[in-house]
């Protein structure tokens, strides 16, 4: 993954919310990193993890 926001905004899609790595990276420039908040019960952030791996299994091949 070259650009992380199709896989924030596929996350979105499967309701949980992550934030591109770019984000804190100098430049702002696109990277395949994404940023977890882990603020949250333990059971909250389980949750949410395993959202975002059906998200990225859900994820369609990035255009080349």
Do not use: C, M, T
Request: hydrophobic share 40%; no cysteine; aromatic share 4%.
């Amino acid at each position: 993954v070259d650009d992380s926001a199709r896989v924030v905004d596929q996350a979105r899609n499967h309701g949980v919310r992550v934030a591109p790595g770019s984000i804190h990276a100098p430049g702002k420039a696109p990277g395949p990193f994404v940023r977890i908040d882990v603020d949250r019960a333990a059971s909250v952030v389980h949750e949410g993890i395993e959202r975002l791996a059906r998200a990225w299994r859900a994820r369609r091949p990035e255009p080349r």
